[in-house]
């Protein structure tokens, strides 16, 4: 089955700085990429998703990257405010699963004022 | 507002105990989930549904159980608790359509003593 690997688990950047998070999935018959935010407290919310036909997606200060062939995606977030602090999770799934969603081991992000 | 429903914040249970964690969606979704949030695991998959009275296992079903009766409501049974199903649970549900956005409810942060 699918295994999603999410590289850093913490990650702690200067407010105004970029952000990066790096994911590989193993199932090359993935075809949708979410990415989740989870503030404390709170279930995890969609912020920007990509699927295996586009190879960048940009939606303001966030952008994902998918590199089919290595099969690994990236979620870049720029001029990063204390508002970003929370815990990303990056996702894959594929037809073939029937909607099965798999999560990486998420990424605490830190936003240094 | 769409909206994912768990019945509970949070729950304290004594070992051995049935355990019931019920979660209600009210966007008519077909497919609805339980994952298990841990620490460095990230969301790890126990069970999903995509119709009324369908389940398939998901990543680490041993020690629970699901009920879907209604479209609706999805339950996560554990038939006798133990300490190492202390945890965060969440529920999420999507449509029928492939590869589309999760929605999570808040969370039940379950602890067994």
């Known amino acids: 089955g699918e295994n999603v690997e999410q590289h850093p688990s913490t990650l702690s950047v200067q407010e105004g700085d970029s952000a990066v998070i790096k994911c590989t999935y193993s199932?090359?018959?993935?075809?949708?990429f979410p990415w989740y935010k989870q503030e404390l407290g709170k279930g995890p919310q969609l912020i920007i998703d990509?699927?295996?036909?586009?190879g960048e997606k940009k939606d303001q200060r966030i952008a994902v990257t998918l590199n089919k062939t290595a099969k690994h995606f990236s979620l870049h977030i720029t001029e990063t405010q204390p508002e970003d602090s929370a815990v990303y999770f990056c996702?894959?799934?594929?037809?073939?699963?029937?909607?099965?969603?798999?999560f990486g081991s998420g990424t605490r992000l830190s936003i240094r004022p | 507002d769409v909206k994912v429903t768990q019945s509970s914040r949070y729950l304290v249970k004594r070992t051995g105990e049935k355990v019931f964690l019920e979660c209600v969606q009210d966007?008519?979704?077909?497919?609805m989930f339980w994952y298990r949030q841990d620490p460095g695991l990230g969301l790890r998959l126990i069970y999903f549904?995509?119709?009324?009275?369908?389940?398939e296992k998901g990543d680490i079903p041993e020690g629970y159980s699901v009920s879907r009766e209604k479209k609706e409501r999805f339950s996560l049974i554990l038939e006798s608790a133990s300490t190492n199903q202390t945890s965060m649970y969440l529920c999420?549900?999507?449509?029928?359509?492939?590869?589309?956005?999760?929605?999570f409810g808040q969370g039940t942060r379950l602890t067994v003593v």
């Open positions: 999420a549900s999507t449509d029928t359509t492939v590869n589309t956005e999760a929605f």
């Open positions: 199932d090359s018959a993935s075809n949708y």
């Open positions: 990509i699927r295996s036909n586009v």
């Open positions: 996702a894959a799934s594929s037809y073939s699963s029937a909607s099965k969603i798999i």
């Open positions: 966007m008519d979704h077909e497919n």
């Open positions: 549904s995509y119709d009324v009275k369908m389940k």
